[in-house]
T-cell receptor, first 112, second 112 residues
Framework: NAGVMQNPRHLVRRRGQEARLRCSPM?????VYWYRQLPEEGLKFMVY????????ESGMPKERFSAEFPKEGPSILRIQQVVRGDSAAYFC??????????FGPGTRLTVL | QKEVEQNSGPLSVPEGAIASLNCTYS??????FFWYRQYSGKSPELIMS????GDKEDGRFTAQLNKASQYVSLLIRDSQPSDSATYLC????????????FGKGTMLLVSP
C-alpha cells in the first residue's frame, strides 16, 4: 500500500535554473495538493489539482511557479529561474474525495 | 485572511503526563479540523481528524472541538519521549473542497 511518493527528495539548484518536483498520489487518490514550508514557518498551501485540472492556485506565486497533473503520470510543480528565497521544503499531499490529506516525504530544495 | 493560531512552545511535559495542545481559528465557517505530527526534517503525519463539536478519542489521543469558541485541542495521555515533535493544527475552510490552512505548530518535548 504505497503512500504518496515525491522525488527527488533533495534538489540543489543554482540561481536562475529550473526546479521540477514530482508527486505521485496514493493509489486511488485523484486530488493533489502542494504546500511549501519555509524554515521556521508553517505549511502554506500553494495549489490544488485534480487530473488535468487546476482547481485552486490561490496560494501559488503568480510568476515563475506552475503546476500540472496530467492524465498520465505524476503531478509536477515547476519553478523557473529559482531564487534563494525559493529554498524550502515542498510537500505534496493527496486525498480520495477531497477530504483527509496524506502527505508525501517532501522535496527539500536548496538554491545556491 | 483565514488564520490558525498555535502557541509555538516548546511545551515540556514529563513522561507519563498529559500534554495539552491548543489551536484557535478565525474562519467561523470552517468545517473540518486536523492534527498532524511532524518530526524534525520529516513530513506531516495525520494524527486525528474531527468534524463535530465535542471529543473524539483514538488511543492515547483525544481531539476536542468547540466551534462556538473557534477552538480545537489535542490531548495526549501517557506522553512518551517518542511523542516529542511539532504538532500542526490544520483547518479546512469548507468551501466545497479541501485546502488546509495550517498553524505554525507547537513543539512538544517529553522528558524521560
Amino acid at each position: 500500500n504505497a503512500g504518496v511518493m515525491q522525488n527527488p527528495r533533495h534538489l540543489v539548484r543554482r540561481r536562475g535554473q529550473e526546479a521540477r518536483l514530482r508527486c505521485s498520489p496514493m493509489k486511488g487518490h485523484s486530488h493533489v495538493y502542494w504546500y511549501r514550508q519555509l524554515p521556521e514557518e508553517g505549511l502554506k498551501f500553494m495549489v490544488y489539482l485534480q487530473k488535468e485540472n487546476i482547481i485552486d492556485e490561490s496560494g501559488m506565486p503568480k510568476e515563475r511557479f506552475s503546476a500540472e497533473f496530467p492524465k498520465e503520470g505524476p503531478s509536477i510543480l515547476r519553478i523557473q529561474q529559482v531564487v534563494r528565497g525559493d529554498s524550502a521544503a515542498y510537500f505534496c499531499a493527496s486525498s480520495d474525495m477531497g477530504d483527509t490529506q496524506y502527505f508525501g516525504p517532501g522535496t527539500r530544495l536548496t538554491v545556491l | 485572511q483565514k488564520e490558525v493560531e498555535q502557541n509555538s512552545g516548546p511545551l515540556s511535559v514529563p513522561e507519563g503526563a498529559i500534554a495539552s495542545l491548543n489551536c484557535t481559528y478565525s474562519d467561523r465557517g470552517s468545517q473540518s479540523f486536523f492534527w498532524y505530527r511532524q518530526y524534525s526534517g520529516k513530513s506531516p503525519e495525520l494524527i486525528m481528524s474531527i468534524y463535530s463539536n465535542g471529543d473524539k478519542e483514538d488511543g492515547r489521543f483525544t481531539a476536542q472541538l468547540n466551534k462556538a469558541s473557534q477552538y480545537v485541542s489535542l490531548l495526549i495521555r501517557d506522553s512518551q519521549p517518542s511523542d516529542s515533535a511539532t504538532y500542526l493544527c490544520a483547518v479546512d475552510p469548507g468551501e466545497g473542497y479541501s485546502t488546509l490552512t495550517f498553524g505554525k505548530g507547537t513543539m512538544l518535548l517529553v522528558s524521560p
